[in-house]
């Protein structure tokens, strides 16, 4: 499933490398409505889970899930899954505004929960979360994939941890798409359904600047959208930025779009600038245009000089791994529970504050 033109089913991989003995970890999927659920379910996968049981009522996308994942057997109905004793977690592509539903239903079953990126898509279902992880002690985790599943991003992390580039000041994010709008399904088109650019998309780049600063939280201080080219879908959102100030006085931004050209070999040339004291670091996450079609690229420019790394098989994709242990042993070493739900939390913010506009100037001026 690893295509890298189209980013709906777009799934990287690594060496496979358990961190628990085979069977331990049984994983149950509700709702494959968008292809993220290939990339979580691989990860998982090469970190010793196995991906046991799925309920998804389209029975086309069950029959490619299963070609993907042999070993995985239908289940008659969601209940089914969310009810099964061994399932230890349960991980869910759905419809963006029904993932916060599905993640309650499994936490009061006694599991933990592993959603797509946006979990939620408003503050009522936030707080819902934050309520039933706190009565029930389970998991809520989201696949953040812009980070989690870029090993430049995972590479810069390390990077920024051992001070490469001292403190880090600023941090910008470009996270272009492309739309393939042929293929896309009635609720991507519905703002109340994927909750907007900045909460969709958004949640990503605010999770990476968040953990790049080494913050808990931000604040959103201003933020734009507009609907620049899909005018025959009046509920969708083709663009959005957001500037925020982090708590620690890291300054961030990020753009996040649905304007990847036809002629580029990714799905999107996805990129992050890290400024710190000492120095900066730039990824450039799937391709290096008209250079080199792989991704994974690091810039990094300190007081010794200039290097370029090519972080491609060089750490892999520790999120999933410390995932299952931290769901097995109750500890929190991947992300913490603070961590997710401030990502989310945050770009539910900058949505809300966001300045509507268009190529006729402003919609609304909030």
């Known amino acids: 499933m690893q295509i890298k033109h189209d980013g709906q089913t777009y799934a990287p991989k690594s060496k496979a490398a358990p961190v628990c003995a085979k069977g331990e970890f049984p994983v149950g999927v509700i709702g494959m409505d968008h292809g993220h659920i290939y990339g979580m379910c691989t990860g998982l996968c090469e970190a010793g889970a196995e991906i046991a049981l799925a309920w998804e009522p389209d029975g086309e996308k069950l029959a490619a899930f299963q070609k993907a994942f042999p070993q995985v057997k239908a289940a008659k109905s969601r209940e089914q899954v969310l009810e099964d004793p061994s399932i230890k977690l349960i991980a869910s592509a759905a419809i963006p505004d029904e993932r916060c539903g599905i993640g309650i239903e499994a936490m009061r079953q006694g599991k ?103 913050a808990k939280t931000a604040k959103a201080i201003c933020a734009r959208t507009a609907n620049y080219i899909n005018g025959e879908h009046p509920g969708f959102e083709d663009f959005g930025d957001a500037t925020l100030i982090c708590d620690n006085g890291v300054a961030g931004y990020f753009r996040a779009d649905w304007f990847t050209p036809d002629g580029l070999g990714a799905w999107g040339d996805g990129r992050a600038f890290i400024i710190g004291t000492d120095g900066y670091i730039e990824t450039r996450k799937y391709i290096n245009p008209a250079h080199d079609k792989d991704g994974d690229h690091i810039i990094l420019v300190d007081k010794q000089g200039e290097q370029y790394i090519k972080a491609a098989g060089t750490c892999g994709f520790p999120y999933f791994g410390r995932f299952i242990r931290d769901c097995l042993d109750r500890t929190e070493t991947a992300m913490t529970q603070e961590h997710t739900f401030a990502a989310i939390e945050l770009a539910i913010e900058a949505q809300e504050l966001a300045l509507e506009t268009g190529v006729g100037g402003f919609v609304n001026t909030r």
């Open 112 to 214: 933990d929960y592993f959603a797509d990126k946006p979990p939620l898509v408003n503050k009522a279902q936030l707080a819902q979360a934050r309520k039933t992880v706190a009565e029930t002690g389970k998991k809520f985790g989201v696949y953040f994939s812009e980070r989690l599943h870029v090993e430049a991003a995972v590479y810069a992390g390390d990077l920024i941890k051992q001070g490469a580039i001292g403190r880090v000041i600023q941090i910008a994010v470009l996270a272009p798409h492309r739309l393939s709008a042929p293929t896309r399904p009635a609720w991507f088109w519905d703002k109340k359904r994927y909750g907007g650019i900045l909460t969709d998309l958004g949640s990503h780049q605010i999770e990476q600047i968040l953990f790049f600063a080494g």
